[in-house]
C-alpha cells in the first residue's frame, strides 16, 4: 500500500505513546510513494553519509536505510525512538540519534534529506548550512517558506530570508506536497527543496557587518534603499547623514532602487562599503 491510513497511523502511535505535537510541527509524512520522490531527488551514492532530521514514522527513513551507507536520524520524541529503533534494530548502517536536532553536535554527513518540523524551519536550515560540509540537501518546507528560499529579487517573496540563505546556498523546487500525504493533516501546503552551497559569486569582506546591514534594512523590504538607510541609521543612534558616504562608496547603486529589487552582489557591494568605513573610523561600529 502507498499510502498509510490513517488507522495504521494511530495503531503506530499509541503503540509507542505518542501523541503528535503542534508546538513542534509534528505532521507525519505517510505517503510512501512522495519519500521515494524525495529519496531519487537526493541522488545517494556508496560514498554518501545521510542526516535525516525527524524520523517520525520512518516512511522516509526505510527510503533512506535502503539507499544509505550509513544512515543516522535525529528524533526527539522518546516514543518515535523506541519505534524507529524497532524498525532498524537489524540494519546496522542505521544509527538513531535521540535528542533537539537545534542542539545535539551532527555527526559528519554530506547529505542531508528530511521532513523538517516546520517550527524550527529556519534555525534548522541555518544550523546545516553553517555546521555541516554538504554536498547536497533535500528538505521538505511549508510552501510559503520554500518560496522565500527560490525567490528572485523584485519578486514579493523576496525577503531576509531569501538574502540571508542565498548567501549561503541556492535552492530549486522539487516538487509539491499534498496536506493529505501527511498525519495529522496540516493547514498549509508543502514544497520539497534541492539545495547545494553556493561556492562562486561575491562573499561579503565582513560577514559579520554584512548580516547585522540585512537585519536593520530589512525591515523595510518595499522603501528605497536610501530611506531604508536612514531608519536603520537612526535606529542604532548614528548620523543618518552617513547614508550619502555608503552610497557614494558604493558603485551602481543610486538610492532610488526599492531595497527588495537589489541582488546580492549589490547588497555584499553594500556592506563592503560599510565594512570600508567603520575600519576607516567614518561610521560607527556595528
Known sequence: MILLSNREVLS?????????????????????YIASKIVDA????????????GGGLGVLSQWLARDSPKLYIIEIESGLVRMLRDVFSDQENVNIIEGDALKVEFPKVNKVVANLPYSISSEITFRILQEIDLDLAVLMYQKEFAERLVAEPGSREYSRLSVDFQYFAYAEKVMDVPSYAFYPEPSVESTVVKIRMRKTGVFAKNEEVFFKFIRGVYSYPNKQLRKALKIWLKNIGADTNQVSLVLNGTKGVSGKERLRSLNQEKLVALSDTISDLITRGRFPPL
Not at 503506530?12 to 510512501?32: A, M
Request: net charge positive; charged share 40%; aromatic share 6%.
Open 42 to 53: 537526493a541522488r545517494i551514492s556508496k560514498n554518501d553519509r545521510v542526516l535525516e532530521i
Open 12 to 32: 503506530l502511535l499509541q503503540k509507542y505513546s505518542v501523541i503528535p505535537d503542534k508546538k513542534r510541527g509534528q505532521n507525519f509524512l505517510k505517503d510512501r
